[in-house]
């Protein structure tokens, strides 16, 4: 009997103190090579991408800068043409949509960056819907938006330009002033729009296109890149 009593206590020693090896080897070397992933991660990436297109920049993103990314679900169906149509009727009479995940907790990033296909001529309805629904108060805002034409091309016609011209001019104002307050009324502060066009490109320009504008956004902001 004290025999076996004598190696249950051995046994519970030995258990004892592997414990405790482990602890030490845990204090001593954390795992960093599964944390390195999220090093200075202070910076969000939201996206809605329909054609897949946005989703492209978000990829280029996220394979150099060290970010967090999150892709929004709509839960009306977009495909196809008659998602096509829909989705500019949708933006046409400022309706919103049904979205998953509905909201976030965004205390962990001081930069949220939106990346939005341009329905309409304004940002996406789920990605209208995210401002909405979600308090950014005092982040940092940077907007990313795709789409088949540049859309910035036509802020720069004067009331001399055809009427044509001037009613898209017009509009482009109008639209962009809605989005942006909507933005501002989320609590954030909006700091740069960047503008991607996707006409006759390949995949590769369209993430050439957004890691350019992402080396001038380094400027501005605490971005860090993945390799640094």
Known sequence: MEKTNFFKRL?????????????CFLTLFPLSSYAAEFVNNDALIV??????????????????????????????????AWGFMGAAFDNMFDCYTEIEPKQ?????????????PI???????????FLKDNRLDAKKLVVFTTANIDIKKYDKFGDDASFIKIFLRDYLRKSSKGMRLLAVDSGA????????????????QISDQALNYFADL???TNLKRCNS
């Open 104 to 116: 976030l907790d965004l205390s962990g990033y001081s930069l949220v960056i939106l990346v939005s």
């Open 47 to 80: 996206y809605y991408s329909r054609t897949g297109k946005s989703k492209v920049v978000c990829d280029a993103i996220m394979r150099n800068y060290c970010v967090d990314i999150l892709e929004l679900k709509d839960l009306k169906d977009r495909s196809g």
């Open 11 to 23: 046994k519970l020693l030995l258990k004892n103190k592997l414990y405790i090896y482990i602890l």
């Open 218 to 220: 380094e400027l501005s």
């Open 189 to 204: 502060e909006i700091i740069k729009h960047y503008h991607v066009e996707t006409k006759s490109v390949t995949q590769k």
């Open 119 to 129: 329905w309409n001529w304004k940002m996406s309805v789920p990605i209208k819907t």
